[in-house]
């Protein structure tokens, strides 16, 4: 059975998605999922706190969902072709992740500029993305990709990655089947990719 | 003298970056700008038409700060060397744009997501990218950049200019300078680049 912390964040992802962040409140969100304000307040001390609460279950979702000890424990030494199929394939496992949870897709991305959320989750210091930064200086090492800053990778993967999931999900101008995510992919890679350098 | 009429838009401008979008009323507005609630609904009918007025007022001040027409007048027998240089100066003049007009950048990447602005700039109709495309037509034409639908292009850029522009301006993680602006023009361009044919 589904616990009721666990309740309580699905209910408000539900609700954000509804009414918009603004109007998502603790009372609205009570008659919703049919809780009591005192269970509510049992867990969490105020909407924000919900909100950045519900900031990280999203974000440990998607990293349960991309297996992330594939891309933090890989060797060394595995061939240059491994480390790219893996690039490819997180790509790939972002977009069926947000596609399967357009909610928490709508609530990364309108809660990441409101004014709810905490410093620290606004200065990145905890996004999921942090859990690739080994990957990344591996590939960096490599040759594989060009040898820039960290935080311009991600920013450049995740920037991409949103803007195409935003056009789809929420404005519905596209739809990335896997033809169309294997052409994103290409436009991110091309980008990345140290040149000469992908096929060896 | 600035008119009224565009004293109002800018007054909003600064209300929904210091108040967030649901907060910015028209009552606020008033108090803030001084102008009398019967001036502002001589202008707009509602709060959601001045945010969409306002939503296009960016948009135009955008394409004016970049000069469209050296964009949608270049002749198709320009030498390659030409267009890319084309390119990745509308890159750097999009990122100095929003530099200077950091409340105008807060509007467009609130706004895009909220339930304030019409269909028809959420479906993309309207968008300054749209004046764009026959740039990106002849780019394709001559075969400097991939061969992919004009809407992946845009969002490809854009993505990557707004996720960079929002780290930069409003979470203020990065600072772009020029040295930075030459790493992300070189992220864009490698990605859309055809092989081989950069140099041409």
Redesign the interface.
């Known amino acids: 059975m589904i616990e009721t912390k666990e309740k309580i964040l699905l209910g408000m992802l539900d609700l954000v998605a509804e009414t918009?962040?603004?109007?998502a409140s603790i009372g609205r969100l009570c008659k919703k999922i049919k809780v009591s304000p005192g269970n509510v307040y049992f867990y969490f001390s105020s909407k924000v706190e919900l909100l950045n609460t519900l900031y990280y279950y999203c974000i440990n979702s998607l990293i349960e969902a991309v297996d992330i000890k594939t891309y933090t424990e890989i060797s060394k030494d595995e061939e240059c072709t491994v480390y790219t199929t893996l690039m490819e394939d997180l790509v790939k496992k972002v977009i069926y992740f947000y596609k399967s949870n357009p909610c928490m897709l709508?609530f990364i991305?309108?809660s990441?500029?409101?004014?709810y959320l905490s410093d620290e989750i606004?200065?990145?210091r905890f996004t999921g993305a942090n859990f690739f930064n080994s990957f990344w200086e591996k590939c960096k090492d490599k040759g594989i990709i060009?040898n820039?800053s960290t935080?311009?990778i991600i920013?450049?993967i995740?920037?991409?990655?949103?803007?195409?999931m935003?056009?789809d999900i929420?404005?519905?101008?596209?739809s990335l089947d896997d033809e169309?995510i294997d052409?994103?992919n290409?436009?991110?890679w091309?980008?990345?990719?140290v040149?000469n350098r992908v096929m060896s």
């Open positions: 918009g962040l603004e109007k709508n991305i309108t990441k500029s409101s004014c606004k200065r990145g060009k820039v935080e311009f920013a450049f995740l920037g991409v990655i949103y803007e195409f935003k056009e929420i404005h519905k101008n596209i169309k052409i994103l290409d436009l991110i091309s980008g990345l990719y040149e």
